[in-house]
């Protein structure tokens, strides 16, 4: 991603973006003043309470605490500082490989880099708080070995084994849920976590991984209802620049929630957590100008998204639908399985592309090469920059080894600029788009694998 808004031909929003030259220049308009200068704590504070009630207009929040972090990563420290209450606590996560790479660290309350969005320097992979240091980690697959997803229910039945085996162990269980996976997967359904909910009552917290924020605010209302913590971040679907990201904490969960542990102190700054949540005052009083803007432009983006008419974005993700599946067909692709059952954000905006289909021998490294090829060389081969999601670990080879993926995505500024389009201009675009992504991927798998037989043959 640039810092500036780029031409790229943009398929890639599962993975990063560039700001828009929509959101740049309102950024522009709105602080060009102030750019030059240090930002002192209270306006910070005041920024970030003004996108608090902007949040909650958009999402119709009430009674929800919002807590913002640099990102995803950083945002699972909420759902431990909600379900921290004295107890070890035992954090369930669901496929870490379909979601961001750091939280199998910080999903256990441990660093996850040697530098904190703070500044601070600490020691990856060690606690941020004497209170995590007994967290144990579990992961649970959602696909099979061949890439099918788990039946929601068998994955519902294994996390609630593990909270029973927690509790046995006098530890407090955090249920991670998946609402849109890196591959577009949403496990278990929310109908299978309002089971859960039922079950356990506050005895389990329940933390809703929605980081590709391919959700509705009508789902994260219903997540809320049940108790969740909701993690969302405005980096992929939303189109922001990288590294941002809110937690939603139902009012209940907030009221119940014990001092925040001092540890907080060396990954987050006072503004960025509400005044009344109990022992907030230990962060520092600081700011953070950067994730501010950050944060700016992605509510710009979901304002625009959010004023589309409802069948303007379903034409569009339909369209998009047909294109990528010929593009499959074209390409003799496979698409990697989706969840099936009702269309959703998640599944309509998101497609994981199977290379092996094609290339028996891609494998997740070729796939890698692949995607790098495409980012640096797109304009060299075809005079246009194109960017694709990063591929993900879904499924075996025969060999033993991870499956090639790439990943096309929808995201907000997208859809907005194509809502816009007339249906005959919207058939010309994608039309041209899909050429040149099609270009894109074949190119980028014959020069990947020519450089893999040549070394093979050195």
């Excluded at 922001?240 to 139902?250: D, N």
């Excluded at 010929?326 to 998640?346: D, I, Q, S, T």
């Excluded at 929808?410 to 249906?423: F, H, K, Q, R, V």
């Amino acid at each position: 991603a640039s810092v500036l808004p780029s031409d790229a031909l943009a398929y890639g929003s599962s993975t990063i973006n560039s700001i828009s030259d929509h959101a740049f220049n309102v950024l522009l308009d709105r602080w060009s003043g102030r750019l030059g200068r240090p930002m002192a704590a209270h306006d910070y504070s005041d920024g970030l309470a003004a996108l608090r009630v902007q949040l909650a207009d958009h999402f119709g929040l009430a009674d929800t605490a919002i807590i913002f972090a640099a990102s995803g990563t950083d945002l699972e420290y909420v759902g431990l500082a909600a379900a921290y209450d004295g107890r070890p606590l035992t954090a369930i996560l669901l496929g870490r490989d379909e979601v961001g790479s750091g939280c199998i660290h910080s999903a256990a309350g441990r660093f996850f880099a040697s530098e904190t969005a703070t500044g601070a320097q600490v020691v990856a992979q060690t606690a941020i708080d004497p209170a995590f240091v007994a967290t144990e980690l579990i992961d649970i697959p959602v696909r099979d070995a061949v890439g099918s997803p788990r039946a929601s229910a068998a994955v519902a039945a294994e996390l609630a084994q593990q909270a029973d085996r927690a509790a046995t162990q006098g530890r407090r269980a955090v249920i991670h849920v998946v609402h849109g996976s890196k591959t577009g997967l949403t496990m278990p359904t929310i109908a299978d976590v309002e089971r859960m909910a039922a079950m356990y009552g506050d005895a389990v917290m329940f933390v809703v991984d929605a980081c590709q924020m391919r959700i509705t605010p009508e789902t994260v209302r219903r997540y809320l209802a049940l108790g969740c913590v909701v993690l969302m971040t405005g980096s992929k679907f939303v189109g922001g620049p990288p590294f941002s990201g809110f937690a939603l904490v139902p009012g209940v969960v907030r009221m119940r929630a014990h001092r925040l542990p001092a540890g907080f102190r060396r990954v987050a700054s006072r503004a960025e957590w509400p005044a009344e949540w109990p022992g907030a005052d230990c962060l520092a009083a600081k700011s953070n100008f950067g994730l501010l803007l950050r944060l700016e432009a992605a509510m710009i983006e979901m304002e625009r998204f959010a004023a589309l008419p409802a069948e303007r974005v379903a034409e569009v993700t339909a369209r998009f639908s047909h294109h990528v599946m010929n593009l499959v067909k074209r390409l003799e692709l496979a698409e990697v399985p989706g969840a099936g059952g009702a269309a959703c954000l998640a599944t309509d905006t998101l497609r994981t592309l199977d290379l092996s289909a094609r290339w028996p021998e891609c494998d997740f490294d070729i796939a890698r090469s692949m995607h790098g090829h495409i980012a640096h060389l797109s304009r060299q081969w075809l005079g246009r920059e194109i960017r694709l999601g990063q591929p993900v670990r879904t499924h075996l080879l025969p060999n033993g080894r991870a499956a090639g993926t790439l990943r096309l995505s929808l995201s907000m500024p997208l859809i907005t600029e194509l809502a816009g389009l007339s249906a005959p201009a919207l058939g010309e675009r994608l039309n041209r788009d899909f050429a040149l992504l099609s270009a894109a991927i074949s190119a980028a798998g014959s020069t990947a694998l020519s450089k893999q037989g040549a070394a093979l043959r050195n």
